[in-house]
């Protein structure tokens, strides 16, 4: 049995193909998990749980399709899904996590987080999170016309993509005394996160360990986990078959 992590897929309509991957994985893979972990920006950007778009309840089938079948799954909320809640989990059957979460991984503990908080030199992107995190302001932009919140997306969306292209590479990446500052304030040995879209298995320190999950952009990438080994593979977009492009532990 495995326990599988996924991240940055950024499912949106007008990329089917990162879609018919995710789809095919939920149904041939997950389906046989002992648990799957989402670690944020499942969606290119979620609006709210008031979406009633036939893509938003095609995804929302999936998880709860997954659910109904006993395999238990977890979502932490990325920097493109936020505003994922309640009502989300509850029609489809998903546990929403907190922004850092420690887990037994097979007898190994393990702090779990989307890792945009551990990007502490982008002190523009954690100004934007800590606004758009504020309760008030969230309760506020739920209550708002659906129209009305896709033009406020579009906006913010825009701004972050111009944004983004003056950053460096480097500012947008995790900052290492972060890093171990979280896992040894969860006194773990391993960390599991996503958002750089550098997927790798580092080691430091101690026995330190830190697995980064990668995009959805050009192929899946799956976390697998078994009680013997951790693997990070990816997953083609056009055929069912594992790649045999992995990193073993």
Same mark, same amino acid.
């Given at each position: 049995?495995?326990?599988?992590?996924?991240?940055?897929?950024?499912?949106?309509?007008?990329?089917?193909?990162?879609?018919?991957?995710?789809?095919? &994985?939920?149904?041939?893979?997950?389906?046989?998990?002992?648990?799957?972990?989402?670690?944020?920006?499942?969606?290119?950007?979620?609006?709210?749980?008031?979406?009633?778009?036939?893509?938003?309840?095609?995804?929302?089938?999936?998880? /709860? !399709?997954?659910?109904?079948?006993?395999?238990?799954?977890?979502?932490?909320? $990325?920097? !493109?899904?936020?505003?994922? =809640?309640?009502?989300?989990? /509850?029609?489809? $059957?998903?546990?929403?996590? $907190?922004?850092?979460? %420690?887990?037994?991984?097979? =007898?190994?503990?393990?702090?779990?987080?989307?890792?945009?908080?551990?990007?502490?030199?982008?002190?523009?992107?954690?100004?934007?999170?800590?606004?758009?995190?504020?309760?008030?302001?969230?309760?506020? &932009?739920? !209550?708002?016309?659906?129209?009305? /919140?896709?033009?406020? %997306?579009? /906006?913010?969306?825009?701004?972050?993509?111009?944004?983004?292209?003056?950053?460096?590479?480097?500012?947008?990446?995790?900052?290492?005394?972060?890093?171990?500052?979280?896992?040894?304030?969860?006194?773990?040995?391993?960390?599991? *996160? $996503?958002?750089?879209? !550098?997927?790798?298995? *580092?080691? &430091?320190?101690?026995?330190?360990?830190?697995?980064?999950?990668?995009?959805?952009?050009?192929?899946?990438?799956?976390?697998?986990?078994?009680?013997? *080994?951790?693997?990070?593979?990816?997953?083609? &977009?056009?055929?069912?078959?594992?790649?045999?492009? *992995?990193?073993?532990?």
């Amino acid at each position: 049995m495995t326990t599988l992590f996924i991240s940055d897929l950024h499912l949106t309509p007008s990329a089917p193909e990162i879609t018919d991957c995710f789809t095919r &994985f939920m149904r041939e893979e997950a389906i046989h998990a002992d648990a799957l972990y989402v670690l944020g920006d499942l969606f290119e950007f979620w609006i709210g749980d008031d979406d009633n778009s036939d893509f938003a309840k095609q995804i929302k089938s999936e998880f /709860k !399709r997954l659910t109904q079948a006993g395999i238990p799954c977890f979502f932490t909320q $990325g920097n !493109r899904d936020f505003l994922v =809640g309640k009502r989300f989990a /509850k029609q489809t $059957g998903v546990t929403l996590l $907190g922004d850092e979460t %420690v887990i037994d991984l097979y =007898g190994t503990p393990a702090v779990i987080l989307h890792g945009d908080t551990l990007c502490t030199d982008d002190v523009q992107y954690l100004a934007y999170r800590e606004k758009v995190h504020q309760p008030w302001l969230q309760w506020v &932009f739920n !209550r708002i016309p659906f129209w009305v /919140k896709n033009k406020i %997306v579009a /906006k913010v969306q825009s701004d972050i993509s111009d944004t983004k292209k003056m950053k460096s590479m480097e500012i947008m990446d995790v900052t290492q005394s972060e890093v171990e500052a979280v896992m040894h304030k969860h006194q773990v040995k391993l960390m599991i *996160h $996503g958002h750089t879209h !550098r997927p790798n298995i *580092h080691h &430091f320190g101690e026995g330190l360990q830190r697995i980064v999950l990668g995009d959805w952009y050009e192929q899946g990438s799956v976390l697998v986990c078994t009680q013997s *080994h951790l693997d990070l593979q990816t997953r083609p &977009f056009a055929t069912p078959q594992n790649s045999n492009n *992995h990193l073993e532990k």
